[in-house]
């Protein structure tokens, strides 16, 4: 959906120039003055039906809509050029609303299995003690009853 809107956004900005009679070096020019330079040869890729309309919004699309639709004027082209363009923001907005809850579902996934997977380990880590402390128990034992023959042994004697 969020291609759609650049695309309607792209034509709608073609009307535009062809409307005010604006070159494509004029756009290169007016967008270099208000501080976010966009290349000839990228606008012409923008207005060209030759290439793919995957532009960046930021970078490419708005400073070129900022020149052909100012916000200051009102007319009814330009106000649906403005409008065109509040649909794209809110498109990228949930956009990145949708990769932000996906990312954070994965880092809430990734945390329920490392919470898993120390609750695994602190459980083998309690058994394994407890076959530490069995083993040592056995190990006295055998001890104890070592050291019981030893002494029966030196009494014997």
Known sequence: ????????????????????????????????????????????????????????????LKPIADVLSPPSEDDALETKTLQTRLDLKEEIIKDYKARLEAKDKKHKDREQFYMNLIEHLQAE????????????????????T????????????
């Open 125 to 144: 880590i309690s058994f394994k003690n407890e076959q530490i402390k069995h083993h040592n128990e056995a190990m006295d034992r055998k001890d104890a």
């Open 1 to 60: 959906m969020l291609k759609t809107k650049k695309e309607e956004l792209i034509e709608e900005l073609k009307e535009l120039r062809l409307e005010k009679g604006i070159t494509y070096q004029e756009i290169a020019d007016k967008t270099a003055e208000n501080g976010c330079p966009v290349s000839l040869s990228t606008i012409k890729h923008v207005f060209s039906d030759k290439y793919t309309h995957d532009h960046d919004y930021n970078n490419v």
């Open 146 to 157: 070592l050291k019981d023959l030893y002494n029966r042994l030196l009494e014997k004697e």
